[in-house]
């Protein structure tokens, strides 16, 4: 709507009496579905009430009224104080365009290097807080207000009619009280989002841990441990309590909110208003009341415990058992004598559950088990899928009775039609019970819950150790009784079968556990406590499946020959199981606390098919490789697997298995065809580690933030990573590593200083890679140098000697957009060469050694050059680049309205501005000085200043 259209229109209206014009308009203007519909529907109103005229204490005025200003407070734009949520946006650099909701655009500035910066004009968190006091809670305490005053008695209901001619629909809309209830419940949801916080969420080292987490180098001990008040209640010296006094004031808008809700829900579902040619803004269809109902049930169970301090139980399924047989007289099976029996838990419209189909094969009776992955029901007709097919049929009122079935699963070629059933029984759904009383206080506990004292203690590589989940409440697994019925085994699952941590030790075998046969063999039978290297959950494998449920690995050692026995829960004596394809087991043991399956890693196959033994030599996926000098020897008992790897060389070792992480695993299948059954890739690390320690240099980046990483697989760094560090700044560092370790070690930090959190995730880093081994407990890697990319200006050619193949090198340029550019490189080996934007994210590839561009952005370019992909394991090469353009850049051209960095072609106040924050924040410290070095001495003073001057003088701006 434009500026005159608008004065216009408050003109006309200042300029009449009647109570239908403001009203009209108004909803005329809130319908058109712009943001200056809603603005001049907030003008009409503010009009309408100062006409001394005009009766605005109406029921349908209030409720226009009430719209209008909520609608402002989203999207006002005056130009004035900060008095929307758009407004607040635009501190943040966000700029809308456009006026209809549907083609809205929205916008953000950037900087230099293409990446959105918070702009300084954006509030800190003292100046929200104020603005949430000053006019956030009290514009929505005023909308609030203005619909309290709102009623519907039985005889006077409140109704309000939306025209065609307003609205331009088709119909009428009315809107009743329960669209009042929803809009007031809204407005409340909204008042306690913006109420303060009740927990301290303030992070000391923010900054520090964005670029460790960008850079898979955090660890939970880096946030918790330097921020103790992270997630417990607030608490000042003016208000010991204030977090408990939030907490229960959130407990009231939360338990307010829900009555609105409810309030709503049943206005709506009994609201029977009914009129040719007018259309109800919400209301509940026939067919939907049954949804309706169950989600009512839920919110008020929830909203009960809260008001009435106790636990809530909610049933969120139901189910019923079917016996089905196959009906001759409604279709021919293509399996006689086949029986299906059906588990199905109702939710909503949707079927879950499982089927058991019992037929007899070519060997006999079969039995197969289906898990059902979706249902839908179309009226009484029912479609079930699962993963090999589907399961379709006809269900009368009373779910009692199934008709008309049919079964079809294309893996197995099955099909049976004609399936009928009846109620074998019924059975309980799925019911949780929990109570959020103690997260909000109450009576029974006056106290609060912190989130803090509900986290589980976590090692190096973030994952929770089993059994301590509420470890700041002596490892309550209920969490304070939030989730009253819940057992640490219950988290165990939840956190798909949580692993234990820590160091286990693998001991020597006494001599007389072994037992050695006639043929030279040697078994244990009998194994000490001592020997127990992990212990896992039980129950956590489906019944049906055999034998796969792991529950204890035991290890010993007797010279070079390793024992070892997986423990099977339930075993049961089935001769030859254990020689079936359909079920086998594996022990890895890996360098990776991520990745089992990584170079470096061995593993000890156990199964009918294969008893091997296998490491991981190369840097590519999946290279395992057989060592033909080790012999595994396998047998099964009562107790589960046994097995003993022996080394028959001249030179017998032991497996390199220690310091590395254990994964055990059952399988069923076959080599080509399986599945994970018993997951269990632990934090166990098996026996001694040992210290490397080493110093990162730079004389380009020093102050710069450097993660150092160890790891096996040259081409995947963080797929196989065995330790990591990260300090700041140049200087020493130390790792943990196994005895033994044979990989790399490799030092970097990003290409950009960390200045924007916007820009982390680039994956471009200055880096340098050393090869290691760690063959004692203390040892030294010596020194590793980091730099920042060389710069290479027109018309210059750098060479570049022993370039790791791997990891490549990166040169940086400065160009000017639109100007022309060629690169040429001269090299034995075949580059990939890519060029990234200033962003250092969004990069092009060239598989040419020479080529042209013309830039879109002006900035700093980065180029990285890498071997060709299929050689890169070759260890090093030599390079050597050119730049050549047409375009001679002025030396002293460093910024541009973008920010420093960044060309114009001109030299001018701009590069000036840039000098002098260069200036400053070096402070004639002898760092790297970047673009305003122009004596390249790694210094910006006055040296600097006079060749800017002389640029300027020679190449003023007219």
Known sequence: MSLVRSILLISSLLCVSARADYLTVAKSELSEGTLSGIRMAHQVCKVAKNDPDYNSDTREFRFVDALSRLGVFFVEDDGEDVNSILELAGLYGLEVSGNDFDYLSFSCPANNRQSYQIPDTAPDAEELEQL?????KPELDAVIDMLDSIESP???????????????????????????????GLAKILRGFFEEPAY???????????????????????????????????????????????QL???????????????????IKNDNYSQPGVDRFVFIAEEDVDIVEFYEDKISEVRDSLANDNIA??????????????????????????????????????????????????????????????GTVFSDYVD???????????????????????????????????????LAGSFAGEQITFDLNPAYGSERFPEPISPRDCLPEFNKWNMPAAYTVGSGMDNDPTLGGILPNVTHNDWLSAFDNLQPSGRVNIYPADPWQIYKSWDGSAEISYWLDEQLVFKDAAGEVPQEEINPDISELYLAYEGSTLYGCIAIEDMQEIEGIYFDEKCSYEIIFSPSAYYPETKGAVKINLDGTQYSYQEWKYDWYEYWESDLNREVYIYSSDKGIYFTLTDSSDSPTLPPITGKYITVNSLCGDEWNYEYIDYNPTQLITGKMGTVQGTVNSSTIPDSRFFVQAYTNKAEPEDSMADFAVIQGAGDFELELPMGFEGYIRAYCSIFAFENPFEVGSELICENVIEFRQWKENSSCGSINVEYPEIIKPGETLSFEDVDGASGSI?????????????????????DIEIYEPDARTNNSYYSNNFSFIPEYSGRYFVKITDDYYAQESAVFDFSAGLTSEYEPLPADIANDKGIGSQDGYVDELDMLALSDKWLSSANKNSWA??????????????????LCLFWYTYAVE
């Open 154 to 184: 039985e005889g006077d209901k409140f109704s309000i009619i939306f025209t065609t001619g307003e609205t331009g629909l088709e119909n009428d809309l009315r809107a009743g009280y329960g669209e009042v209830l929803i809009v007031k």
């Open 811 to 831: 040169i940086a340029l400065d160009l000017l957009a639109g100007q022309e550019y060629s690169l040429d490189f001269s090299s034995t080996q075949e580059l």
């Open 200 to 246: 301290s969420l303030d992070i000391q080292n923010l900054d520090a841990l964005i670029q460790n987490i960008a850079n898979e180098s955090f660890s939970a001990a880096q946030l918790l441990e330097p921020n103790l008040e992270f997630l417990t209640l607030l608490s000042t010296i003016e208000d010991p309590d204030k977090g408990k006094s939030v």
């Open 249 to 267: 004031q959130n407990k009231t808008y939360l338990i307010e909110g829900m009555d609105y809700l409810l309030e709503a829900i049943d206005y």
């Open 132 to 136: 949430c006091n000053s006019w956030i």
């Open 384 to 422: 079930l899928s699962f993963e090999s097919g589907f399961f379709t049929f006809f269900i009368d009122q009373s779910k009692e009775n199934i008709t008309e079935g049919y079964l079809s699963d294309w893996e197995e070629a099955i099909e049976i039609t004609g399936i009928t059933g009846s």
């Open 313 to 374: 139980e909610l049933q969120i399924s139901e189910g019923k058992e079917y016996a089905l047989q196959n009906s001759p007289d409604d279709g021919i099976s293509l399996l006689p004598g086949s029986s299906l029996k059906a588990e199905l838990m109702q939710i909503d419209v949707l079927y879950q559950g499982e089927l058991e189909l019992v037929y007899e094969g070519d060997t006999g009776q079969q039995q197969k088990t289906y898990q059902l992955e979706s």
């Open 930 to 947: 970047g673009f305003a070095d122009f004596s390249e001495d790694s210094i910006v003073n006055l040296k600097d200043f006079a060749r």
